[in-house]
């Protein structure tokens, strides 16, 4: 949840570390606030999971939950900063 929230700070941290392409899956906005627009993309959750080689977690929105709502590469680095997701 990027909307005024520590996932904001971590989005913008992640920026600076210069990865190549930074993308924001978040359900609740249609676009990104003005301090990461220029910096990430914002992106539907099926699509950010098959572009991604490292997949964040940072909140747990009801559109992540659920069984099968995802499907993971076995190549993909998954970091569940909420126990929702399994590799």
């Known amino acids: 949840d990027i909307r005024e929230s520590p996932?904001?700070?971590i989005v913008k941290r992640l920026v600076g570390e210069n990865?190549?392409?930074i993308v924001?899956?978040?359900p609740n906005i249609d676009h990104l606030p003005s301090a990461i627009k220029d910096m990430a993309c914002l992106l539907e959750?099926?699509?950010a999971l098959r572009e991604a080689d490292i997949v964040v977690?940072?909140?747990d929105h009801?559109?992540?939950r659920g069984e099968g709502s995802i499907?993971?590469?076995c190549d993909?680095?998954?970091i569940d900063t909420k126990g929702i997701w399994k590799k």
């Open 7 to 9: 996932a904001l700070s």
């Open 19 to 21: 990865f190549s392409k």
């Open 24 to 26: 924001v899956v978040e």
């Open 45 to 47: 959750l099926n699509v």
């Open 57 to 59: 977690l940072l909140v």
């Open 62 to 64: 009801k559109e992540f």
């Open 71 to 73: 499907s993971l590469r």
């Open 76 to 78: 993909q680095i998954l």
